[in-house]
């Protein structure tokens, strides 16, 4: 069986893979939410709480639907809804500024805002 013998170019091509992996890699990673808040506007008002102070309370929504929100360990989550549908509870953790959780029958929206990596805009609407 004849061996084939690697070409200089096959080192420039490795390189450009694996410079190519390590970028996507760094790119996904979390960005710096130093900062965040979790803004939960409901028909009783808005509320912000930080998103590195673990807490646990209820919102009440539209038509008597109560919605648990837990905030742990830097992520926001609905722990249980009145609600017949659950879209909200299955949406599950979110961390990153710009997410949101979204109860349509309580009229509830749980939201993250702060800090965004880059800090430009990703649309502006004239």
């Known amino acids: 069986m004849r061996k084939i013998k690697p070409l200089g170019g096959d080192y420039v091509v490795?390189?450009?893979?694996a410079l190519a992996a390590a970028l996507s890699l760094i790119l996904t990673l979390p960005g710096n939410t130093a900062?965040?808040?979790?803004?939960?506007?409901?028909?009783?008002?808005v509320s912000v709480y930080d998103l590195f102070e673990d807490a646990e309370f209820d919102v009440e929504g539209a038509d008597g639907?109560?919605?648990?929100v837990v905030i742990k360990d830097g992520s926001v989550f609905a722990a249980e809804s009145g609600c017949p549908d659950r879209l909200c509870v299955k949406?599950?953790?979110i961390s990153r500024p710009?997410?949101?959780?979204?109860?349509?029958?309580?009229?509830?929206?749980i939201g993250i805002e702060g800090k965004n990596e880059g800090g430009e805009h990703d649309f502006v609407a004239g």
């Open 14 to 17: 490795i390189a450009v893979v």
């Open 35 to 45: 900062g965040s808040t979790v803004v939960v506007n409901s028909p009783g008002g």
């Open 65 to 68: 639907i109560v919605m648990t």
């Open 91 to 93: 949406t599950g953790k």
């Open 98 to 109: 710009g997410e949101t959780i979204v109860c349509l029958p309580a009229h509830i929206i």
